[in-house]
């Protein structure tokens, strides 16, 4: 390339938010560079003259992964508008559940009644569109939710 190496350009990339498999192709495999470009998220990193089917098989590898991502990412921004569905007390005994604490426990910490707290757990499932707690602490971690801020709307 003209002007600029494979690594500027992954970096390059890299900079401008580009996020895209990549499968380097080298000549010259030096391990300072082979180490470089995999910290920077290559897939891998074939040498020249490489095999067709390898490199076919690369690629196939990257667009299944990138699939993948993309949908995971789609998966993440739908919780995460699930969650902000939830109103402030709602998020403040979504935090109670994750934390372990039965309702009884829930409802005198938070000063309110065992019906108020039931009700809310009842809201936040169905926003949530978790089945189970287990599943509920699941979607959360996924998402990348963080519950520890109190007043945030993330």
Same mark, same amino acid.
């Given at each position: 390339?003209?002007?600029? @190496?494979?690594?500027?350009?992954?970096?390059?990339?890299?900079?401008?938010?580009?996020?895209?498999? =990549?499968?380097?192709?080298?000549?010259?495999?030096?391990?300072?560079?082979? =180490?470089?470009?995999?910290?920077?998220?290559?897939?891998?990193?074939?040498?020249?003259?490489?095999?067709?089917?390898?490199?076919?098989?690369?690629?196939?590898?990257?667009?299944?992964?990138?699939?993948?991502?993309?949908?995971?990412?789609?998966?993440?921004?739908?919780?995460?508008?699930?969650?902000?569905?939830?109103?402030?007390?709602?998020?403040?005994?979504?935090?109670?559940?994750?934390?372990?604490?039965?309702?009884?426990?829930?409802?005198?910490?938070? /000063?309110? @009644?065992?019906?108020?707290?039931? @009700?809310?757990?009842?809201?936040?499932?169905?926003?949530?569109?978790?089945?189970?707690?287990?599943?509920?602490?699941?979607?959360?971690?996924?998402?990348?939710? /963080?519950?520890?801020?109190?007043?945030?709307?993330?």
């Amino acid at each position: 390339m003209p002007n600029m @190496s494979g690594l500027e350009l992954q970096q390059e990339l890299i900079r401008r938010g580009v996020q895209m498999p =990549v499968i380097a192709l080298t000549a010259y495999a030096e391990t300072p560079v082979t =180490v470089k470009v995999m910290q920077q998220g290559a897939l891998t990193l074939l040498d020249k003259p490489y095999n067709d089917n390898d490199l076919w098989d690369a690629i196939f590898d990257a667009l299944q992964r990138d699939a993948k991502e993309h949908s995971e990412q789609s998966q993440r921004k739908e919780i995460r508008a699930r969650y902000q569905t939830l109103t402030d007390k709602e998020r403040d005994v979504l935090r109670a559940i994750i934390s372990g604490k039965a309702n009884k426990q829930i409802a005198k910490q938070l /000063d309110v @009644s065992l019906r108020t707290v039931e @009700s809310r757990r009842h809201e936040i499932f169905n926003k949530m569109r978790a089945g189970s707690v287990a599943e509920l602490v699941r979607i959360v971690i996924e998402a990348g939710i /963080d519950l520890k801020a109190k007043s945030d709307r993330d």
